[in-house]
């Protein structure tokens, strides 16, 4: 059986109100100043946050505690234990450079008739602060996927996201951010 890092909590309640806390206060304060440099400084920063904020806000939707069983996963909710069968995971995925290390699973849920992403932080030594260039999958991920193609013989791995769909998309969506943000800082 594996189960989700102990870290998860930390990454879904604590992390976000402590970074979004500091980096509000910074620019805040640096709003208030009279200079034009710390007010502009302010405002590209503030652009940076809302777009670093958008990308933290769906880990901690999607984040879940999850026990994978030989016979079924486990998923924990605020509502209680959730069993999802293997035959009802309909693709699971671990995508590439993103940190924390994370496996992307899309179930169907039987109670409300659609379909669910969620995302599990796999265990590993220490993922707060380490750079994940980690290639290959992890263990949990080769895991779950044996036990889904154990339970649907038909599941084929090209069902399966591109692992760097995530990571595309969370640069392509931070150019523009990028560009504005340099406008700020270019107009003192």
Known sequence: MYKS????FVYKYLFPVVWT???????????KQDDAFAQNWSRGAAVMVCWAAFW???LVIRLRRVEAGFEKLVIKTMHGPK?????????????????????????????????????????TRSQLFRVNLVM?????????????????????KELEPSRWLPAGLIFLSGVPVALLTTHFFGAF
């Not at 890092?5 to 998860?8: G, M, Q, R, Y």
């Not at 806390?21 to 709003?31: D, H």
């Not at 940190?99 to 995302?119: A, C, H, Q, V």
């Not at 290959?136 to 084929?156: F, H």
């Open 136 to 156: 290959g999958e992890l263990e949990m991920t080769a895991y779950i996927r044996q036990r889904i193609m154990a339970a649907k013989p038909r599941y084929s």
């Open 83 to 123: 069993t999802v069968d293997y035959k009802d995971v309909e693709w699971v995925s671990q995508p590439a450079m993103i940190n924390p290390t994370l496996i992307s699973l899309k179930y169907f849920d039987r109670e409300s008739g659609t379909s669910k992403k969620i995302l599990i932080m796999p265990p």
């Open 21 to 31: 806390g500091m980096f509000l206060t910074v620019i805040v304060f640096a709003s």
């Open 56 to 58: 933290l806000a769906l």
């Open 5 to 8: 890092s102990s870290l998860t």
